[in-house]
């Protein structure tokens, strides 16, 4: 159930599909003040949404700093690679499909191949409502491998389908591992807070090591601050989602 309900949350909270009902509510506004108040409450909204610098100061503001390599330690035994990069419903199937933030994959095989961590964990399942072909993680192992990564480095958990039963079930396959102590979380800057939060919660404490980062360095431009940009609106999506399922997993004492 709680699973559906994140489905359904995530598009109830889209700002595209507030945009959409504002300008529907100014088609079906019977007297022309409230069709323009309607139709202003829309441009505003548009405006906001799509205005690169306002979003962009929001990511910064949510997203975990980028963590040198230099303050990890020289030998970790593992790094958490958390999966959500890869399109496993797109055919044909013989291949991985990365999607955005697919720096979480390359920071992982990084800090490997630097020999900063000893093997890497691949976690994740698949976070869609009907069963596939693949898991994420089966992809992601994949690559690793096509990388170089050995078979015997890498531990795959694919059962999981959304942030607190990653850290659930790798908690539990790392029962498997003993001496697996300290561990570095390779995931989104934006997830992270989320990532973390959930790690802690079940006994676990890894490192942060943020990739994939949607905020950009500041800019003095005027393109910056007063060109719409759609790229900004899909950040947008992204943080709000974000941010409403750190909410609800705390609420729920996920966290």
Known sequence: MFFLLSKLLDVV???????????????????????????????????????NALVNEALLA?????????????HADAAVLLTGITSVDKSPHDR??????????????????????????????????QQKAHT???????????????NADIIQEDSSRNTR??????KRLLAGYPGTDTLILVTSAFHQRRALGCFRKVGLQPISFPAGFRSSDRKGTPDYWLVPNAGALENLNVL????????????????
């Open 13 to 51: 909270l889209l700002p595209a599909v507030w945009l959409l009902a504002l300008l529907l509510a100014a088609l079906v506004a019977l007297q022309p003040r409230r069709q323009r108040q309607w139709l202003v409450a829309a441009t505003v909204l548009a405006l906001l949404c799509t205005n």
């Open 62 to 74: 949510w997203e975990k700093p980028p963590v040198p390599l230099a303050a990890l330690p020289a």
């Open 96 to 129: 991985v499909y990365l999607n955005a933030g697919a720096d979480r994959l390359t920071n992982a095989l990084w800090l490997y191949r630097a020999g900063r961590v000893r093997r890497i964990i691949v976690s994740g399942g698949s976070g869609a409502l």
């Open 136 to 150: 994420e993680a089966a992809d992601l192992t994949a690559l690793l491998r096509l990388a170089g990564v050995p």
């Open 165 to 170: 039963e990653n850290a659930l079930f790798t």
């Open 240 to 255: 709000i989602h974000e941010i409403s399922g750190w909410l609800t997993y705390k609420a729920l004492g996920y966290l």
